[in-house]
């Protein structure tokens, strides 16, 4: 809405009038740097609005930094930002369907703040779809914090993806991140939709079953397998992406060994890892036996080099095949099942748009893809 009123984004918060920072507080990692992003903003001199989940948890501390001009919670941001619409830099579009969740994971401080479950009517979501689709997306991505609890009055997540693959046929839908006990039979049966992105991205976090009971998950390691195999049975080109957490407390060798073997024996796609971060306010900010931080940082590094084996094994087997990609930049793309390529092609294709590539090997090791078709 204000960039149809003229307003221009521009990259250097010294040259804009008005700053929006978001702010995230999912680890001490990100609390540091949105303090950073706020204070850079702060000498700007621009009127700065902070945003987010840190300003949720810690408003003071926020709204002390000399400059901050206003402050949004959660509830604010997501009114007011609504009558902003997509970025015109996205290609791919972003659909918040879902808020909060009702689990209680020892470790999380987002649950805490964003308040209990609550899904946006599946008429709404369906309007904002198409509308999303009018303004020329291709890809919707459907986001939530605990995305699998979306229910509205019985319309689970897999009810939802199917309305809106109804609703039009031009554009395809992506799962954000899906917790492993939410994954229902319905939800992998709608995988099978040739528009729905082969891709699931799944939260194990740790595989070590006295660990995920410790920490208040409600899986355990066998179950989460099944889900890996079962996913599999439904989609096998789907590319499956998994969420670790190093360090948890409690974590010694045995159990983060019993990690490694479990990811090695999976073979997800990739693996995003990260170290164990105590926060405030949560049961795990209380509990013994944390891996020094030295140790945590040495475990989400091992992790981090086994996920660049995966991704290369995942990807290698696509290697010659032709894949759906939503174009990114005019030399970027992303396939279906979640491979970033270099674009080769003649013509520039249109950010936003659907196109066919073959996937081939670049010179210097990456991957790429070669235009085969434009979409209509
Ligand atoms: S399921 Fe996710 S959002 Fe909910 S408490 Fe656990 S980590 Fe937090």
Redesign the pocket.
Known sequence: MLLRQGVAVVADPAQADVCYVNTCTVTGAADRSSMQLVRRAARSGARLVVMGCLVERDQDRVKDIEGVSDVWGNADKERRLARFGPSPERSRALLKVQDG?????A??V??GL?GAPASVPASEVEKRFLSLVDDGFREVVLTG??LGLYNDGGIGLAGLVRRLLDSDGRARVRLGSV?PDTADRRLLDVLREPRVCPHLHL?MQTGDDRLLGRM??RYSTGRFAELVRQTRKARPDVNIGVDVIAGLPGEDDASFRRTEDLVRSLRPGYLHAFSFSPRPGTRAASMDRVPSAATRRLRVSRLREVSVRLREEYESRYVGSVRRAVVETRSAALTDNYMRLRLRCDRAPKPRSLVDVQVVNGKDGGREGVVTAFSR
């Open positions: 969740c009702d689990r209680d994971c470790y999380c987002v649950s964003r914090l605990n917790e939260p208040g998950r």
